[in-house]
């Protein structure tokens, strides 16, 4: 990537919408050591406690694109898992007021690129929390040349796969993709989000006692 | 927690049966920078290929937990994650072999403890590696009194809810659950899984250049 950008470290980028809306709820009021909700019996919590939970589920982060007759894009996504190895399975949740729900489903085929450790900075620009065009983003030479789908040519692991199934949910979708082709590197780190900050995990955990 | 073990840090917790059949196909060829598979148009990736990608998506640990007329249970459960906020749902992908996934569907109330990073032999007993009951899992301290679903008092973050849909793919079911009460501890650290090894992740992010 040609550009070093120092970008403050944000919510939880599970979308462009969500990213920002998340932005703008961080909690504000004084820490205190846990907040536990549900005051009335079958009061749901609001939310804002219902997010600073989730903030703190740990998770990867992830860069979906897709390419085809509907267009190119990609995006920064968190909640991603794998489901079943038979055939094998993962899940994208994916807001579903996001432009590019759309284009996901209609072109059918996409790519999960796990980011590696170093990658912080593409995921605040496929967040949408940067200035950058999404044109411009597939400028930038980090792409595999050849790929049907844009393919990370750095990521830990991409997973190219075609979606199955999609299950509306609320704000969001949640996107079966069945795997087609995997490629996993070994020597990497992980990026992850939590606490709405990222974190580098390396491969090799450190002993614990 | 009463007891201290000295436990073999070993694969992926998502399941009883998956996380002993994920121990039984650790990687044993050289290890090299990347494997790339598909090898063929139209071939899927083999399970261990599959498996190993997989492996390298870092992930929260969590034990979900249930009560009620079909009985008292808990598992280790790594792939969790938020859908959306309105209403308040997450997900959890549960291995259908398993005998708990019955229990957990015919109870309808669950709850998923979050793990904090000091709960990894925790994470053990409740994927089944050890040889502790279920029932003697129940008898230690470590449960909040007067809870309808076991509560983990140190849990990181804990989600109780109810199972609204529950949806078959391939081995495993999605069981989506409506939050109705959260509480998040805003000391803790968090357990998370990553190349098959246990990781703690503190809750503020080291300064990265």
Redesign the interface.
């Known amino acids: 990537m040609a550009r070093s950008l120092n970008l403050p470290?944000a919510a939880s980028p599970?979308s462009v919408a969500e990213f920002d809306s998340a932005r703008r709820t961080v909690v504000s009021a004084p820490?205190?050591?846990?907040?536990?909700?549900?005051r009335e019996p079958?009061q749901?919590?609001s939310?804002d406690?219902?997010?600073?939970?989730?903030a703190?589920?740990?998770?990867?982060v992830n860069i979906m694109t897709t390419d085809g007759p509907s267009g190119r894009c990609g995006v920064t996504v968190?909640?991603?898992?794998?489901?079943?190895?038979?055939?094998?399975?993962?899940?994208v949740?994916l807001n579903r007021k996001s432009a590019m729900h759309d284009v996901f489903k209609a072109n059918g085929r996409v790519c999960v690129n796990?980011l590696d450790g170093d990658q912080?900075e593409l995921a605040m620009h496929f967040a949408g929390v940067t200035n950058v065009s999404m044109a411009e983003r597939f400028t930038w030479d980090i792409w595999d040349p050849g790929q049907q789908v844009p393919v990370l040519r750095d990521a830990?692991?991409t997973?190219?796969g075609v979606v199955k199934d999609c299950?509306p949910?609320?704000?969001?979708s949640?996107l079966?993709v069945?795997?087609?082709?995997?490629?996993?590197?070994?020597?990497?780190r992980?990026l992850?989000h939590?606490?709405r900050?990222?974190?580098?995990?390396d491969?090799?955990?450190?002993t614990?006692g």
């Open positions: 470290v599970r820490e205190k050591e846990q907040a536990v909700t549900g079958g749901p919590p939310q406690e219902f997010r600073e939970a989730m703190h589920l740990a998770a990867a968190s909640a991603v898992c794998s489901v079943t190895d038979d055939p094998p399975t993962v899940l949740c796990v912080q830990l692991v997973v190219i299950k949910m609320g704000s969001h949640v079966f069945e795997i087609e082709q995997v490629r996993t590197r070994r020597d990497g992980s992850v939590f606490n900050s990222f974190h580098r995990l491969s090799v955990a450190p614990t």
